[in-house]
């Protein structure tokens, strides 16, 4: 299953809204997670279940979408908030993650 | 508190074996649940799942390197591995061990990540 981010960079100011799209070629059903890479450091668990929100992860991030389509939007961005995106589909072995989204500073 | 810690190599030569472990430490490795994972990221790329492990040693891989990947578990030692064989340039990366955990539903995602191991292939 190929999963396919949108955008693939994003710049943004503290304080923005951002929302970054995940789009599955086939059905998932809610088969999926969103994950947050900082450079030099493994992927964290955001959003699971689609849109079930990780212990300890700032309600700011939220996660909707089934099927093919879902969203991860951070409400207003935070310093700390600009790092890789990754979504990843947990259906069908082999489990596979999007291409990236890179949320810069503007 | 668990944690995860990737072992082996940073160096293996082109056409050799490379071989990883990863040391759970905070918790049993035999928990109803979870299976065990690695996964790799190559220089600027996204991650990409090798295979999972679980307790009673069932695997499941991916299709593309199923015929060069053994995944192995040693619950005595709360240790499971992986071996690659006939390496390439292409499977520099960094090696990660990870926890996949399931909650009901469609909660299936992975919780708990090692650091990472970066392994070149070079000779």
């Known amino acids: 299953i190929q999963l396919t981010q949108s955008p693939s960079f994003l710049s943004a100011s503290v304080g923005d809204r951002v929302t970054i799209t995940c789009r599955a070629s086939q059905g998932i059903g809610s088969y999926l997670a969103w994950y947050q890479q900082k450079p030099g450091t493994a992927p964290k668990v955001l959003i699971y279940?689609?849109?079930t929100l990780q212990s300890g992860v700032p309600s700011r991030f939220s996660g909707s979408g089934s099927a093919t389509e879902f969203t991860l939007t951070i409400s207003s961005l935070q310093p700390e908030d600009f790092a890789v995106y990754y979504c990843q589909q947990i259906n069908l072995y082999p489990y596979t993650f999007g291409q990236g989204t890179k949320l810069d500073i503007k | 508190q668990l944690q995860l810690q990737e072992s082996g190599p940073g160096l293996v030569k082109p056409s050799e074996t490379l071989s990883l472990t990863c040391t759970v430490s905070?918790?049993?490795?035999?928990?109803?649940?979870?299976?065990w994972a690695w996964i790799r990221q190559a220089p600027g790329r996204e991650p990409e799942w090798i295979g999972s492990?679980?307790?009673?040693?069932?695997?499941y891989l991916d299709p593309s390197l199923k015929s060069r990947v053994t995944l192995s578990v040693d619950t005595t030692e709360n240790q499971f591995s992986l071996r690659l064989t006939s390496v390439t340039a292409a499977d520099t990366a960094i090696y990660y061990c990870?926890?996949?955990?399931?909650?009901?539903?469609?909660?299936?995602?992975?919780?708990?990540w090692g650091l990472g191991a970066l392994v070149t292939v070079s000779s």
């Open positions: 492990v679980s307790d009673t040693g069932n695997t």
């Open positions: 279940a689609a849109s």
């Open positions: 990870a926890r996949r955990t399931y909650r009901g539903g469609y909660a299936f995602f992975f919780d708990y």
């Open positions: 905070g918790g049993s490795i035999s928990v109803l649940n979870h299976r």
